[in-house]
Nanobody
Framework: VKLVESGGDSVRPGGSLTLSCAASGFTFSTFYIGWVRQTPGKSLEWLATITSDSRTTYYADSVQGRFTISLDGPKNRYMVTLQMNSLKPEDTALYYC???????????????????RGQGTQVTVQG
């Protein structure tokens, strides 16, 4: 599986940003793809997941209502998008597109649920 993120930038609080992830190389037609983030000194935080078959979405409480995940594109040339609105300084982090074992990784054990990960894209929210 190959995951390549883009779209990270510096924005003001209250602003919006769209992250994209070009995803390819999946062996099975059913998979769980999502986004996690990490700040220095903290563990990985799961944000959102979308299932490839039904396009069902799942969100962490911290981003519910502000972030939207979507999955588009032909088989094995997918584009996973994370639309982020009402950004806060605490959203500043390195964001990763990930291929997950389960739709809701347990807190504190997110890393163990990641099958594949992109290189990351930096989001900075500051005034």
């Amino acid at each position: 599986v190959k995951l390549v993120e883009s779209g990270g930038d510096s924005v003001r609080p209250g602003g919006s940003l769209t992250l994209s992830c070009a995803a390819s190389g999946f062996t099975f037609s059913t998979f769980y793809i999502g986004w996690v983030r990490q700040t220095p000194g903290k563990s990985l935080e799961w944000l959102a997941t979308i299932t490839s078959d039904s396009r069902t979405t799942y969100y962490a409480d911290s981003v519910q209502g502000r972030f939207t995940i979507s999955l588009d594109g032909p088989k094995n040339r997918y584009m996973v998008t994370l639309q982020m609105n009402s950004l806060k300084p605490e959203d500043t982090a390195l964001y990763y597109c990930v291929n997950l074992l389960r739709v809701r990784p347990p807190p504190g054990a997110v890393g163990g649920q990641i099958l594949d990960r992109g290189q990351g894209t930096q989001v900075t929210v500051q005034g």
